[in-house]
């Protein structure tokens, strides 16, 4: 049952460890964590049960493998600050549009480096949204927070790609 | 609602999270808004970028090989059902709708709560320490299986396995060479079960790996246990002269007990 859903998981594991190799090792553990805990499956989808059991494994392997890297926490991305409106949001009406540039497939290990560099909460929210294309209520249920909280991590996570990005281009001279 | 509450909706209107109504409301004020239309599109175009242009890792063949291996064929449905079915179609029961669900939490959230509690305790109570090691025999099992990591030492030879267990465990397990029976030892590992140090003793059955698991425990009882199966593998386990065996495999409940026999039998 658990099989169809590994390369999901290992996707998944891929982006919260940022690591090829971890992400085997989560995978792996999840597996067994998955295989342990099958009796307290209560239904639902599966998918999502498994993504829910990749991500505490995740968490705590990263826990006790850190690697030199520091796991950033919600506050230090001051998360927890109200969303601020689309409209207060100064827009540079800029004629190449950076996410027009995004469509044209250059730049992916960019793209990539500035999805790294959000913080895990904004990370993980993204993936299960573009990726696994799960709705708010699954992604909540995964990432066990309220489906508020989803909501404004996935606009912040947004906002930040979409400034990181723009930024990337700027330095690259705009375009071109 | 504000502009700036309804410029909030973005996501979820590019999130199919608004219900009809509030789909149609947002996009007439779209038309009003050429704030939120622009945010609107560049979302979209993130959207889209985002979705075309993120990684999708797959993940290594040989890594999905080696978790295929390890799980068993079949894991037994949740529930009182003894022996899986040889068969692939996993029939699920009727669940009911999100709909019916959430009606029915909120109906029982008064009580949920203490029955939760009673509950936890039965299971607690009912989880014996035998059945916390069969458990964590299993996954030991597995999880070597899984990681390719199966032995510190391969070998057929019990001369070779046995010293080298000394300084590593405080006792001198005893290591046979059953090969003449049809199992064969291909080495040994040290394991650390249930916050004890044990020596596990990896043998082949035809297709089938075997771990013997040993334990000192001074001051147990003799005694001997029937093989249970657990998740799709069979285990059992016996006490004698100091030492506590546990043995899993994925081989069926009398061609443990034969190996059983063996181990325990004179030279």
Known sequence: MVLPHLDAAYNFARYLTRNPDDAADVLQEASIRAFRFFGGFKGGSVRTWLLTIVRNTAYTWMASHRRGQVVASVEDYGIERPLEPFAAVPWERLPDDPETRLLLAEDRAALMDVIDRLSPEFREVLVLREIEELSYREIAEVTGTPVGTVMSRLARARRQVQENWRRHVALEGGGR | ?267
């Open chain 2, 1 to 267: 609602m504000s502009c700036a509450e309804k410029c909030l909706l973005v996501d979820l209107a590019l999130d199919d999270e608004l219900d009809s109504a509030g789909l149609a409301e947002f996009e007439q004020h779209l038309q009003q808004c050429p704030d939120c239309a622009v945010g609107f599109a560049r979302q979209k175009a993130l959207r889209g970028a985002l979705r075309a242009q993120m990684p999708r890792h797959k993940s290594p063949s040989e890594l999905i090989q080696r978790i295929r291996d390890a799980l068993p064929d079949e894991v037994p449905a949740p529930g009182p059902q003894k022996t899986a079915p040889a068969t692939n179609v996993v029939s699920l029961p009727a669940w009911p709708t999100v709909a019916t669900k959430s009606r029915l939490k909120l109906a029982l959230s008064g009580i949920g709560g203490a029955l939760a509690a009673a509950l936890a305790t039965v299971w607690f109570m009912h989880v014996t320490p035998e059945d916390r090691m069969t458990q964590a025999v299993v996954e030991s099992h597995v999880r070597a299986l899984m990681s390719g990591r199966m032995y510190d030492i391969a070998s057929a030879d019990p001369k070779t396995i046995k010293p080298w267990f000394t300084g590593r465990l405080d006792v001198a397990p005893p290591v046979k060479d059953l090969s003449a029976h049809g199992f064969d030892l291909i080495g040994a590992r040290l394991d650390y079960i249930d916050n004890r140090r044990a020596a596990a003793l990896i043998y082949r059955h035809n297709e089938h790996v075997i771990t013997l698991y040993i334990f000192s425990t001074p001051s147990a009882p003799m005694s001997e246990s029937d093989p249970v199966v657990r998740q799709g593998y069979a285990v059992c386990h016996w006490s004698s002269h100091g030492l506590t065996d546990w043995v899993v495999s994925d081989i069926d409940s009398d061609e443990l007990e034969a190996f059983e026999d063996l181990v325990t039998g004179p030279v």
